[in-house]
């Protein structure tokens, strides 16, 4: 009876985890969708790059769309000032 407890705990945390990340990802606007998207296409890649990328979100635009997204925590930056780079949070 134990291990079928366990089980059950199991899937219930896996399943709020799943319900989670979708909710997460369904509250982000546009932009923030283009950012998130452009992360996991160009992985480790920084502001700038993200820019050129999707070319209708000025730089200052993204960084400040990404620094949401790691309050979300769907990404993670990493290095400090020109050397900062940004890639998918890994759960």
């Known amino acids: 009876m134990a ?4 089980l059950i705990r ?7 985890e799943k319900i989670e990340e ?8 546009a932009d ?4 998130l998207q452009a992360v996991k296409k160009l992985d ?10 999707i070319q209708t979100i000025p ?11 790691i309050a979300k925590n769907l990404v993670e930056k990493h ?3 020109k050397g900062t780079w940004y890639s998918i949070k890994l759960k």
């Open 44 to 53: 480790g890649v920084n502001a700038k790059r993200i820019a050129e990328e």
């Open 22 to 29: 979708y909710s997460s990802n369904n509250t982000l606007n």
């Open 59 to 69: 730089q200052s635009s993204v960084k400040l769309i990404l620094n949401r997204l």
């Open 3 to 6: 291990f079928f407890t366990s």
């Open 10 to 16: 199991i899937q219930t945390k896996r399943l709020k």
């Open 79 to 81: 290095g400090l000032n």
């Open 32 to 35: 923030e969708k283009r950012v």
